[in-house]
């Protein structure tokens, strides 16, 4: 079982920038599936992004060209730098690893 810690959430005005961070409590080196997923208000869960084996890296198309997922397999940890941020971003943002996640970060985007 792997615990998970996100942090880096906020407020920030719509064209900012965040990055969100996943601590890990156990190496993820050997995990083959990492990543995000992000929940808004009144509506399901739905993937962000994705890196498959070491960097196999996936997106959904809505945030193609603005986020960038990365792992540090030294420290533990996955990374989504997100960038030309919309109100339509604004949610809880969930790491997962494999099939454990974690408890989610608020970021809002608003002016």
């Known amino acids: 079982q792997v615990q998970l810690v996100e942090s880096g959430g906020g407020l920030v005005q719509p064209g900012g920038s965040l990055r969100l961070s996943c601590v890990a409590s156990?190496?993820?080196?050997?995990?083959?599936?990492v990543g995000w997923y992000r929940q808004a208000p009144g509506k399901q869960r739905e993937w962000v992004a994705s890196?498959?084996?070491?960097?196999?890296?996936r997106y959904a198309d809505f945030v193609k060209g603005r986020f960038t997922i990365s792992r540090d397999n030294v420290k533990n940890t996955i990374y989504l730098q997100m960038s030309s941020l919309k109100p339509e971003d604004t949610a809880v943002y969930y790491c997962f690893a494999s099939t454990n996640w974690g408890q989610g970060t608020q970021v809002t985007i608003s002016s």
């Open positions: 156990t190496s993820i080196s050997n995990i083959y599936n």
């Open positions: 890196i498959l084996n070491r960097d196999d890296t």
